[in-house]
């Protein structure tokens, strides 16, 4: 790890940008934050994990952001980790290289985690590019009544405002500031206090899975996670892993991400009855595409997934864990 940078000074808060050959849109992520900068002191961070498509070298020319140039892509998690060390501020700001903030989307989250001791995490409104909604509340831990009622469609059974308190996602208008287990990782505002409570993330995970394994460990650690709405962040989404692998590729690390996931921070129990919900929706996926001739390159790779996962378990190589009390409210 190399960092440079001529901020070198105490900030109130950190703005930590992850980047890996994030081009245009890196430069339209820290441009949005020079438009529309906080009103508390702050610092601007890049960990570059060894860009090769010219970003790293047009960082080392940005005069007002402190670079952490890694020799190799050592993924989100890790990476995120080094900024923690290096800043001593208060606040940390985590935003993708691929989104771009809003005017008074900072200072709103600032105001709102310390609007009381107990809000340790907030995480704006997230937009598509085309100005939509981009769902970013979801529950956590995922279990077998929201994996079958979202992939059969039951929810259609169910009232409307039920569907979106119980299932959120796409569910859920995010129209109201609201607690959360778990929320998008592409833009976070964090209190130092849960760091050093809960610690970082867990490098493990490379890339996928650590924020929905961090945030949980959070909701544990008895801080509260809220979804503030006045604030928003434009998030284009997937640009990174787009330059890194095909689409298959790519559903094929979220899937193994969750699996981890789940091998990490549930009980074996929880972990089984995903598991066989996630084989029979696969298996009826399969069986469905064969009688309508479309491709089974997707299902019979997931399955193929599944199908090892719970080998794995049965045999107890990946037995689960037990979910840990609560620590104790450390303020």
């Known amino acids: 790890m190399n960092a440079t940078g001529t901020n070198q000074v105490t900030a109130e808060l950190a703005i930590i940008v992850v980047n890996w050959n994030g081009g245009e849109l890196l430069k339209r992520c820290l441009n949005s934050v020079r438009t529309f900068p906080p009103g508390a002191s702050f610092e601007l961070l890049v960990v ?17 952001v402190r670079l952490i140039k890694n020799a190799e892509n050592v993924g989100f998690a890790k990476a995120n980790n080094q900024a923690f060390k290096l800043s001593n501020a208060r606040l940390f700001f985590l935003l993708n290289s691929d989104a771009e903030i809003h005017a008074q989307t900072l200072d709103t989250l600032i105001a709102t985690i310390r609007a009381a001791k107990e809000i340790g995490v907030v995480g704006p409104r997230l937009l598509n590019p ?3 909604l981009q769902p970013s509340v979801w529950p956590n831990p995922t279990t077998p009544f929201e994996t079958l009622t979202n992939a059969f469609r039951l929810y259609k059974l169910m009232p409307k405002r039920v569907r979106a308190e119980r299932l959120l996602g796409y569910h859920w208008d995010h129209s109201e500031q609201r607690k959360a287990n778990l929320l998008s990782g592409a833009a976070l505002l964090i209190k130092r206090e849960v760091i050093d409570d809960v ?6 995970f490379h890339l996928y899975g650590e924020d929905t394994e961090w945030c949980l460990r959070v909701v544990r650690g008895a801080w509260t996670i809220l979804f503030e709405p006045a604030a928003t962040v434009t998030h284009y989404g ?21 699996f981890q996931f789940q091998r990490l921070a549930l009980s074996r129990r929880l972990v ?24 089974r390159d997707e299902p019979s790779m997931v399955a193929k997934l599944y199908r090892d996962e719970l080998m794995a378990v049965f045999s107890g190589k990946n037995p689960g864990k037990h979910e840990p009390s609560p620590s104790r409210v450390r303020r």
């Open 238 to 258: 997937g640009a990174s892993a787009a330059k890194r692998w095909t689409n298959l590729e790519k559903r094929r690390a979220e899937y193994l991400a969750f």
């Open 199 to 204: 610690k970082g993330f867990d490098e493990r």
């Open 130 to 132: 085309d100005g939509s």
């Open 272 to 295: 089984l009855g995903n598991l066989l919900s996630g084989v029979f929706i696969v298996s009826t996926q399969w069986f469905w595409r064969l009688l309508t001739l479309q491709s």
């Open 48 to 64: 570059d994990n060894s860009s090769t498509d010219g970003s790293r070298e047009w960082l080392e020319t940005q005069t007002d």
